[in-house]
């Protein structure tokens, strides 16, 4: 996920949708929907691991994220590999 926020955005704009996309991303890695979220070193971009059921979810909780309408985001689909250890049991 790339975030692009406008250079005019009002500074007082800009802090409340950082820290209300912080609170989300908090409240969503609490409910087990977000497990992994990572930053790109030199960025300001971020690859995370979301585990929802369907793509319509997917979209329903990348859509609620406070910073949405000013990201860029890639998705690709992952499957658990059956060498992975947690696949053994």
Do not use: C, Y
Not at 43 to 71: G, I
Request: aromatic share 6%.
């Amino acid at each position: 996920m790339d975030i692009s926020l406008p250079h005019d955005l009002a500074p007082g704009r800009k802090a409340e949708l950082i820290t209300a996309e912080r609170e989300r991303a908090l409240e969503l890695q609490r409910l087990g929907v977000w497990p992994h979220l990572w930053r790109v070193v030199g960025q300001h971009s971020t690859v995370s691991v979301f585990d929802v059921p369907t793509n319509e979810e997917l979209h329903a909780v990348l859509s609620s994220l406070p910073l949405w309408e000013f990201m860029t985001v890639e998705v690709t689909p992952l499957a658990q590999h059956p060498s992975d250890l947690a696949a053994q049991k």
